[in-house]
C-alpha cells in the first residue's frame, strides 16, 4: 500500500499516461495508434488492481472523462460506443476479483442496503430483454452493449464499496476526483471561447455533448458546495468558492436547460435540509436571480428565453404555455414512449427499448422494463436516498462526512430533475462518479462508527 506521497506521485504519472494517449488519439485519424498503448496502459491496470485496488481505482477515476471513445454502432441517434475506460474497468474488475478469489477474507461483496436492489434491476433489465429478442422487439446485439454498460455502473459501486476502508481514503479519491473536474472545466471554457460551441467534456465529437457535461457538473458542484457547507477553515472555504464558479461558468456555458433545471433542484436541496448557512443560501439565490439580467452573457440568458418562444402551445392548468421546438419534442418523446410502453407494458420492450431515443429518463425506464423495471428503479432509488441520509444525519458523523452526504443528496435530486429532459442514468460519464460517490456515501457509517460500537450497513 502506497503512503500520501506515494499515491500523489501515482497519480501524477498516471495522468502523464493519460496525456500521452490524449494527444495520440487526437492526432490520429482512425483511433487506431491508440490500442497498443491502451492496451499496454489496461495490463499495468490489471495487475495494479491485483496488488492495489486504491491505485487502479485512480486510473478508472481520470479515464472516466478523460478517455477517448469509438463508435461500434449505434440505434436510431443514439451510438453504441467503446471507451477506453471500459477496458480499464473490465481489467479493474478482474484484478479485483482475482484478489478476492485468492484471498477469500476480503470477499466479493460488501453488505449494503443498495446491493438486493441494484442486483434485481440487473435481473429484470436482462430478463425483459431475453423477452424482447424472443419477441422480436429489440436487437440482440445491441441489447448486449447496452445491458454491460448498465452493469458497468453497478460493478464500480461493487468495487469501490468492497474497498473503502477509511476517511484517509476516501480523500484520496475525492482529491482526484476533484482534479479531474478541473481539468475537465479548463478543457470546457476553452471549448466554447476558443471554438465557440456550447461548452463539452472532452472526446464529445465536433459538436460536443453540453448534456452530458452538464449532468457530470451537476453532481460534481453538489459535492463542492456540501464541502463548503460544512467547511472547519477559511482555507478550505476560499478553495471551495473559487473551484465553485469555475464549474458555475462551465454549467451555464453548456446552455443545458435540462442542467440549469437539475442545478436549481439541487440547490433547493442545500437550502431544505443543509444546517448551516441557511438563511445565507436563500440570500444568495435572491441576490443571483434578481443580478442575473444584469451579469449574464446575452448568449445565456437567450438560450433561456428561447424555451418559451415558438413552438408549440400547451395548456398547463389553465395557462397557455409556449415552449420552443426542442421542449416540444420531448413532450412528444413523452407520448410516443408511453404508447410504445402501453403495448408491453409489464417487461417493457428490453433494453435499449425498442430503439426509441426519448431524451427523457423514466419513459425510457418504461419501455425497456416495464412496470415492473420501473417500481424495482423507485425502490434503488429510495434506497439511496435512504442511506445517503443515514450517513447526513449519524450523530457521530464528522463535518466532511456530513458536506459528502448533503452533497450527494442535492446531486441524486438535481439528477432526478435533469432527467424529465434528458437520459441522465444511462450516460456512462454521469453515471460513473455518481455511483463512486455513492458507494462511498453508503460506507460512511461504517468508517465514521467507533471500532467497538461498529454500525453495520445493512
Not at 486504491?54 to 449505434?74: C, K, R, T, Y
Not at 418562444?309 to 397557455?320: A, D, E, F, I
Request: with cysteine; hydrophobic share 55%; charged share 15%.
Amino acid at each position: 500500500m502506497l503512503n500520501k506521497n506515494g499515491h500523489v506521485v501515482f497519480g501524477v504519472i498516471t495522468f502523464l499516461l493519460f496525456l500521452v494517449l490524449v494527444i495520440i488519439s487526437l492526432y490520429s485519424k482512425t483511433g487506431l495508434f491508440i490500442w497498443p498503448y491502451a492496451s499496454l496502459l489496461a495490463v499495468i491496470v490489471f495487475v495494479l488492481a491485483f496488488t492495489n485496488t486504491d491505485n487502479a481505482l485512480i486510473v478508472l477515476i481520470f479515464s472516466m472523462l478523460l478517455s477517448p471513445e469509438f463508435e461500434l454502432g449505434g440505434i436510431h441517434g443514439r451510438a453504441v460506443v467503446l471507451r477506453l475506460d471500459d477496458i480499464f474497468l473490465f481489467m479493474v474488475f478482474l484484478g479485483w476479483f482475482a484478489k478476492t478469489a485468492i484471498n477469500k477474507e476480503l470477499g466479493l461483496l460488501r453488505k449494503n442496503i443498495l446491493n438486493k436492489p441494484i442486483i434485481i434491476y440487473i435481473f429484470i433489465c436482462v430478463i425483459s430483454s431475453a423477452f424482447g429478442i424472443i419477441g422480436g422487439t429489440t436487437d440482440a446485439r445491441y441489447s448486449f452493449f447496452y445491458i454491460i454498460k448498465y452493469i458497468e455502473y453497478f460493478i464500480i459501486f461493487f468495487m469501490v464499496s468492497n474497498n473503502v476502508r477509511d476517511e484517509k481514503q476516501v480523500k484520496v479519491f475525492l482529491f482526484y476526483m476533484l482534479l479531474t473536474c478541473l481539468i475537465v472545466c479548463v478543457y470546457a471554457l476553452r471549448f466554447t471561447f476558443v471554438e465557440g460551441m456550447r461548452a463539452s467534456a472532452p472526446f464529445e465529437g465536433r459538436a460536443g455533448e453540453p448534456n452530458t457535461l452538464a449532468g457530470y457538473l451537476l453532481i460534481m458542484i453538489s459535492l463542492v458546495i456540501g464541502f463548503i457547507l460544512y467547511a472547519n477553515s477559511l482555507r478550505k472555504l476560499l478553495l471551495g468558492g473559487g473551484f465553485l464558479i469555475l464549474m458555475m461558468v462551465t454549467l451555464l456555458y453548456t446552455l443545458s436547460r435540462a442542467g440549469w433545471l437539475g442545478f436549481a433542484m439541487a440547490f433547493i436541496t442545500f437550502v431544505v435540509f443543509s444546517r448551516r448557512a441557511k438563511v445565507g443560501l436563500i440570500l444568495v439565490s435572491i441576490i443571483l436571480i434578481l443580478a442575473a439580467p444584469a451579469i449574464l452573457p446575452q448568449r445565456i440568458i437567450s438560450r433561456f428565453q428561447s424555451t418559451f418562444v415558438g413552438g408549440q402551445t400547451y395548456n398547463v392548468l389553465g395557462r397557455k404555455v409556449i415552449l420552443d421546438e426542442s421542449a416540444s419534442l420531448r413532450i412528444k418523446s413523452w407520448q410516443g414512449s408511453l404508447e410504445a410502453w402501453m403495448k408491453n407494458p409489464i417487461f417493457g420492450w428490453g433494453v435499449p427499448g425498442g430503439g426509441v431515443v426519448s431524451d427523457v429518463q423514466y419513459t425510457r425506464i418504461l419501455r425497456e422494463v416495464g412496470i415492473v423495471g420501473f417500481i424495482v428503479f423507485l425502490w434503488m432509488i429510495a434506497t439511496l436516498f435512504k442511506t445517503a441520509f443515514r450517513s447526513f444525519r449519524l450523530p457521530n458523523m464528522n463535518d466532511f462526512g456530513k458536506g459528502l452526504s448533503l452533497g450527494f443528496i442535492a446531486a441524486l435530486v438535481g439528477i432526478l430533475g435533469m432527467g424529465v429532459a434528458a437520459e441522465v442514468f444511462i450516460i456512462i460519464r454521469i453515471m460513473e462518479p455518481f455511483w463512486f460517490l455513492a458507494a462511498i456515501v453508503s460506507t460512511l457509517p461504517e468508517i465514521a462508527a467507533p471500532a467497538q460500537e461498529p454500525v453495520s450497513v445493512q
